[in-house]
């Protein structure tokens, strides 16, 4: 087998694989709402896996074909789980007991992670994590955020747009900012709303990390409690208002943050006509995300 034939890639759902999986995998994909499984392949044949349990964080499996062994599959493996579950600002992965008392099991963990030559049933992914992930993670500590609030979720994590354009004045007449492309689109969708006699309106736009962190902070001094704070709010970190693509409108009449905004012509106009402007509904009803309905809501796709 060639080494550099083999693609290590993460499945999601049954049906992103042509060929026949494992039952384990079939089982893992059909009942996880989040992780994914990753394979390892080579000529469409699969020849490694691994996963998570995407309720405890627990490694599952972490399998190579025993032909196929020692020519770094395993390590690839991991190393793209790792790189994953960090998108989803996960810190730690669970191990399982069985590893953690298997000498190559240790050695192979050992070599990719200089930090897991004391492996612990918890294995910190923290050193792995750049300085800006970091600061999510020690922000979401004082504010007693789960550890693994994102991947729980399915909600990744995002990083303050870097650049910036001034989108004109919200509903409480403050200036409002979005991505310099996200901003020319909506500045279309506002103006073709306009001509079908649809107003547009945003309610905010940008917000940064420290905002989120300041925004939740304030609700939790006003004695609600996490749990139910994050039903409405995202975690910092995990607001696609940090990109700068995501936007809450109103239209002028309705009040703005509200479920009678569905009730509204302009979200008749949006649910017709956003996805033109690039526009779509990130927390449409029952979302995966276990975040309330936002018709509000609404994000511009990158591409
Ligand atoms: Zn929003």
New binding site residues.
């Given amino acids: 087998m060639d080494v550099a034939k083999v693609e290590v890639q993460p499945l999601w759902h049954l049906e992103d694989w042509a060929g026949e999986l494992p039952a384990s995998l079939s089982r893992q994909l059909t009942t996880q709402r989040h992780i994914p499984v990753l394979i390892a392949s080579c000529n469409e044949a699969i020849i490694g896996w691994s996963s998570l349990n995407d309720r405890s964080n627990k490694l599952v499996e972490l399998y190579v074909e025993p032909e196929h062994r020692r020519c770094g599959i395993g390590t690839r493996l991991f190393r793209c789980l790792v790189s994953l579950m960090l998108d989803y600002g996960v810190a730690e992965i669970r191990l399982p007991s069985e590893l953690i008392d298997h000498s190559t099991a240790r050695h192979f963990l050992a070599s990719i992670h200089a930090c897991a030559t004391n492996l612990s049933p918890a294995l910190s992914l923290t050193s792995w994590m750049p300085g800006s992930q970091q600061r999510i993670h020690r922000l979401h500590k004082t504010l007693d955020i789960p550890l693994n609030y994102g991947i729980s979720r399915g909600l990744r994590l995002y990083e303050d747009a870097n650049e910036l354009t001034e989108i004109g004045l919200d509903c409480w007449q403050r200036p409002q900012q979005m991505l310099p492309r996200a901003a020319a689109a909506w500045t279309l969708m506002q103006h073709s709303a306009v001509n079908d006699n649809v107003s547009l309106i945003p309610v905010?736009a940008f917000r940064s990390i420290d905002y989120q962190n300041r925004l939740i902070k304030r609700k939790l001094a006003a004695g609600q409690n996490i749990e139910n704070v994050l039903k409405v709010s995202a975690a910092p970190g995990f607001s696609e208002?940090h990109t700068g693509r995501?936007i809450?409108i109103t239209d002028g009449i309705c009040t703005p943050l509200e479920n009678e905004f569905a009730d509204c012509k302009a979200f008749k106009w949006l649910n017709f006509n956003a996805e033109d402007f690039g526009f779509y509904l990130s927390y449409p009803q029952d979302n995966p995300y276990d975040i309330i309905w936002?018709p509000w809501?609404w994000c511009w796709r990158e591409n």
Wanted: proline share 0%; glycine share 0%.
């Fill in positions: 905010s208002h995501a809450d936002e809501h």
